[in-house]
C-alpha cells in the first residue's frame, strides 16, 4: 500500500490549507485514515482519523478549527485546516489501517508563519 499526501505550503496565521492523502487502493480498504504530525523536536501525533463508517476523531489542539474527510469519487482523505496556528507548523502524515498492519505516507510540510 502506498499513500501519496500533498498540499503541504506555508501560510500565514489565521489561513486555511487543505491536504490531501490519495492511496494506492480504495480507501474503504482501510478500517481507518488518520493524519499525524511532527513539529522539530518533538513527537509524532494524531491530528484526525476517520473510520470506513465514516466517524471522526480529533485531537484536542485542533478540534474545531480542522476537518477530516473522504472524497469518495477522487479515492482520497482530506485534512482541511482552518484558522491556522504557527504551533500547527510540522511535518503532515497520512497513515491507513487494516487490522493490524498500519501504513505511512512521506510526509508534507505545513509552515504557519505568526
Known amino acids: 500500500v502506498q499513500l501519496q499526501a500533498s498540499g503541504g505550503g506555508l501560510v500565514q496565521a489565521g489561513e486555511s490549507l487543505t491536504l490531501s492523502c490519495a492511496p494506492s487502493?480504495?480507501?474503504?480498504?482501510?478500517?481507518?485514515m488518520a493524519w499525524y504530525r511532527q513539529a522539530p523536536g518533538k513527537q509524532r501525533e494524531l491530528v484526525a482519523t476517520v473510520n470506513v463508517g465514516g466517524r471522526t476523531n480529533y485531537a484536542d489542539s485542533v478540534e474545531g478549527r480542522f476537518t477530516i474527510s473522504r472524497n469518495n469519487a477522487e479515492n482520497t482523505v482530506n485534512l482541511r485546516m482552518d484558522s491556522l496556528k504557527p504551533e500547527d507548523t510540522a511535518v503532515y502524515y497520512c497513515?491507513?489501517?487494516?487490522?493490524?498492519?498500519?501504513?505511512w505516507g512521506e510526509g508534507t510540510l505545513v509552515t504557519v508563519s505568526s
Open positions: 497513515n491507513a489501517r487494516i487490522l493490524s498492519r498500519s501504513y
Open positions: 487502493e480504495s480507501i474503504f480498504n482501510f478500517n481507518s
